[in-house]
């Protein structure tokens, strides 16, 4: 996730590589408040679905502003592919799967 307030992982842009290891389902991203006043309106970033012994890149997603804000995932794998295999060595890349989150009902 591209997030100004973390250390960046890429010397020419700001973003940020996490791999989490999750049971095969499906899944969904939401934004949280940590404002007990505030909500979001609209938290669902977006759904994806993990299956056995693969690996999942669900894509960059870049969220922009700071209380009314505003999301895009866009596919990088191609350039931050060398960053995955830095932090994680024994990754199998043959097991990669390309699945950018998608909104509900889109």
Known sequence: MNNGYLKSDFPDYHGGVQALRVAP????LALLSENPTRAY????????A????????????AVHGC??????VSDRWSSVR???RE???KLDFEKVQIELLTRKGS
Not at 25 to 28: D, E
Not at 67 to 72: E, N, P, Q, R
């Open 82 to 84: 060398y960053k995955f």
């Open 50 to 61: 993990v299956r056995p012994n693969q690996m999942t890149y669900v894509g960059e997603i």
């Open 25 to 28: 389902g499906r899944y969904s």
């Open 67 to 72: 209380g009314a804000v505003t999301l895009s």
């Open 41 to 48: 309106r609209d938290p669902l970033i977006g759904e994806f």
């Open 87 to 89: 932090i994680y060595p």
